[in-house]
């Protein structure tokens, strides 16, 4: 019986859709050892990271958000945004009243996939059991002109 080598890291390796893409392109761009003549002039050296392509935003991970208290505050987590991209959180009620609203900028999360955004609102919360999922929050990833889908969350809202 063998023993194998354990990784340096106990995190799997993982690899985004958009990374594989990337990395594609640049191979595919790469020309190759057989068909390079003697004769043919230098080139100069490609870039390492390839350019964002149209196709490359296209198969990019659907962003998401999840939510939670934090200082009796309503707060917005959410992941697979562009890394360092401008992102646009609304917190609206279901009659499409906005209640919160802010530009944020994804940053990488060692837990969170792709960029990451976490925001504290001024929506109170928690609200009473019977106020519900009354409202929704929606981020907009301004690089990838993508949404998230729709998360129900409560909005508490006063009544005088």
């Not at 019986?1 to 340096?8: K, T, V, Y």
């Not at 990337?22 to 068909?35: F, G, R």
């Not at 837990?111 to 106020?131: A, F, K, L, N, R």
Request: proline share 9%.
């Amino acid at each position: 019986m063998r023993i194998l080598a354990r990784p340096l890291s106990h995190r799997p390796p993982r690899i985004t859709a958009l990374a594989a893409s990337a990395i594609a392109v640049v191979a595919l761009s790469a020309p190759s050892a057989t068909s390079a003549s003697a004769a043919a002039p230098a080139r100069e050296a490609t870039p390492a990271v390839a350019p964002l392509t149209a196709e490359a935003l296209k198969k990019a991970p659907a962003p998401f958000l999840f939510q939670y208290t934090f200082n009796n505050h309503l707060k917005i987590g959410g992941g697979n945004f562009t890394v360092n991209g401008r992102v646009y959180l609304v917190v609206k009620l279901n009659n499409g009243r906005v209640m919160f609203q802010k530009w944020v900028t994804a940053r990488t999360h060692s837990i969170t996939p792709g960029g990451t955004i976490y925001v504290e609102t001024s929506v109170s919360s928690p609200c009473s059991p019977s106020t519900g999922n009354n409202g929704y929050a929606r981020a907009f990833d301004d690089t990838t002109q993508k949404w998230s889908p729709r998360l129900p969350v409560p909005v508490c809202v006063r009544i005088d």
